[in-house]
C-alpha cells in the first residue's frame, strides 16, 4: 500500500509540475516589422479582406515616403469574417508585458464618404480557452470591441479603448477627438505597455502631437490593455463591424512599422 501511495505521490508530482500548460511570461520577444510598402508587394501581410485584388492595391501616388503606399478600398458589400472589413494584420507584436512603438501613416481619400464610424487601426484579444493558458493566434470573436482602437467617425479620429470583453458596444474616448483633413498624410505614433492590469499604458501622436491627454507627469494613459495574458495583434485598414457603408470608400496607408523606439518607427 505504502509503495503504491508513494508511486502515486510522485505521478501527480511530476504531473502538476511538469504538465502544466505553459503561462505566457513577462518581456517576450516579439516581432519589429516593416511595412513601408517598398518591396512594391504584400508579402508577409496577414489579409482580412474580400478579394486582395481590389481592397488592397499598391500604389506609387499618392504617398507618404518612398515611391510606393497601399491603397485600401472598402466596398458597401465586402462582408467577411463577420463584419464589413477591409484589413491587414500583423502577429506577435503585443505580448504580455511587452513595451512597444507603433506608426503608420494615412490619408482619408478626398471622396471619403463620412458614413457612421470606421476603425483605421486596433489592437484585437486573442482567445483565452476555457480560461486554460491554451493560446492560439486566431480572433476571439465574442463580438466586443478591441481593447483599443482608432476610430474615424464624422470628419474626426477618435483613440478609443474598451476594458472589458463582456461590454458589448461600450467603449471610451481617450483624450480630446481629432479633425482630420480629407486629401492630407497624418502621421500616428503609439508608445503601448500591454497588461492585463492597470499598470498598463499608452501614449499617442498624431503628426508629432500628443493627443493622449496631460496626467501631471506625462501623456501616458494608464489602463488595463489586454483581457488576458494571451496578447493582442496589431491590424489597419478599414473595419465597420455590422454598419454598412453605402460608398466605396479609400483609405491610404504608408509607413506601417513595429519597434522598439520612436525614433525606430518615425516616418
Known sequence: MKIKYFTCLIVLTLFYSCGKTPTPEPNETFD????????GDLTGWHFLVFDTLINTKIVTNPVRKGNYALKNTLRPDDYIFNGYRTELAIYNCAKYK???????????DANYSNQGYNLICQ????PNYNQGENWQPTPLLHGSPPPLALVYVNGVLELRMNDNPNAGENTF??????PINKGQWYDAIFHI??????SAYMEAWLN???????????NK?????????????????QYRGKEKTTNTNIIYFDEVKIGSSYNEVAP
Do not use: C
Open 208 to 218: 508629432g502631437n500628443n493627443i493622449t491627454p496631460y496626467n501631471g507627469a506625462d
Open 193 to 198: 505597455y500591454w497588461s492585463d492590469d492597470n
Open 98 to 108: 511587452t513595451e512597444v512603438f507603433y506608426a503608420f501613416s494615412f490619408m482619408i
Open 221 to 237: 494613459y494608464y489602463k488595463r490593455n489586454l483581457f488576458s495574458r494571451a496578447g493582442n495583434y496589431f491590424k489597419f485598414g
Open 123 to 126: 489592437w484585437q484579444d486573442l
Open 173 to 178: 474616448l481617450v483624450g480630446n477627438a481629432q
Open 32 to 39: 519589429h516589422f516593416v511595412g513601408d510598402f517598398e518591396t
